[in-house]
C-alpha cells in the first residue's frame, strides 16, 4: 500500500506565496516520477507540475510558468510546489499524485498509479 500525504494549502490572498509537501510512504513505488495536478470546481482535474525522480527534470504547465516551482527531498520522499505570485485562478484542490507509468505523458492524470486525498488552495482577491 502507498500513502501520499499532502499538507500547506490555505487561504492567500492574491499575490501570495504558499509551500505544498507530499510525503509518500509504504511499499516501494516505480519512482519515475512525481507530480501536482489541480482541479477546481466544476472542471476537470489538470496538470501543475511534475519532477522526474532521477536527474530532477521538471515540467509545467503554462499557466503556471514562472510562479510555481517543484522540488524533491529524495532521502524523505517528498515532494514540495512552492507557488508565489498566486492568483484568484489558482483557487483549486491541489493533489499529489506519483509512480508514473510513462515519462512521455507526465502531463496525463490516468498515467499515475496513486494519488493523495487533496489539499484546498484558496486566492482571494
Known amino acids: 500500500q502507498v500513502q501520499l500525504v499532502e499538507s500547506g494549502g490555505g487561504l492567500v490572498q492574491a499575490g501570495g506565496s504558499l509551500r505544498l509537501s507530499c510525503a509518500a510512504s509504504?511499499?516501494?513505488?516505480?519512482?519515475?516520477?512525481m507530480g501536482w495536478f489541480r482541479q477546481a470546481p466544476e472542471k476537470e482535474r489538470e496538470f501543475v507540475a511534475t519532477i522526474m525522480w532521477l536527474g530532477g527534470t521538471t515540467y509545467y504547465a503554462d499557466s503556471v510558468k514562472g510562479r510555481f516551482t517543484i522540488s524533491r527531498d529524495n532521502a524523505k520522499n517528498t515532494v514540495y510546489l512552492q507557488m508565489n505570485s498566486l492568483r484568484p485562478e489558482d483557487t483549486a484542490v491541489y493533489y499529489c499524485?506519483?509512480?508514473?507509468?510513462?515519462?512521455?505523458?507526465?502531463?496525463?492524470?490516468?498515467?499515475?498509479?496513486?494519488w493523495g486525498q487533496g489539499t484546498q488552495v484558496t486566492v482571494s482577491s
Open positions: 509504504g511499499r516501494a513505488i516505480s519512482r519515475l516520477a
Open positions: 499524485a506519483a509512480d508514473l507509468l510513462s515519462r512521455s505523458y507526465y502531463y496525463a492524470p490516468d498515467k499515475y498509479n496513486y
